[in-house]
């Protein structure tokens, strides 16, 4: 007589765990969809006229004018969420007399910017613009400076 055997079968399963990387490659586009990582871009609205510039470009303005930049996150990957900060490096003239707001959390930024009446003559202002993205992977942040310069 033979002895019986039991047999069972084990199944293991692995589950591949798949991580989430913070985002990367940030840049700003301008509203009209331009600009790349390592090619920020940005656009100005004067008197309701877009035009889309180039960060390292000074900004000229005159005296008076209210000026509204349109700042659009770009980057690789996912994001759960935006934050955005204004920093004045140097306003030491009064070149701008108001920012409208100097922090957001969405992923497109349109902050105005008032110039004082009294600007002329070659007066500058610097101002820091930094976006910061998050998602599960971390956060990773970018920034741009605007020189204002009055005519």
Excluded at 11 to 28: D, E, H, N, R, T
């Amino acid at each position: 007589m033979g002895k019986g055997f039991d047999m069972a079968v084990i199944v293991v399963k692995f589950f591949g765990v798949s991580s989430v990387s913070a985002p990367s490659a940030l840049y700003i586009e301008d509203t009209a969809g331009n600009g790349s990582s390592g090619g920020d871009r940005y656009t100005t609205t004067i008197s309701g006229t877009p035009t889309d510039n180039l960060p390292f470009d000074p900004l000229m303005v005159q005296a008076s004018s209210v000026i509204t930049l349109g700042f659009v996150s770009g980057f690789t990957g996912s994001a759960t969420s935006y934050s955005w900060a204004i920093n004045a490096i140097d306003n030491g003239a009064g070149v701008i007399s108001s920012v409208s707001a100097t922090s957001a959390t969405t992923a497109n930024f349109n902050p105005v910017f008032t110039v004082s009446g009294g600007a002329s003559g070659g007066q500058q202002a610097l101002y820091d613009f930094t976006m910061e993205i998050t998602n599960s992977g971390g956060t990773s942040a970018h920034s741009v400076q605007l020189l204002f310069i009055a005519q």
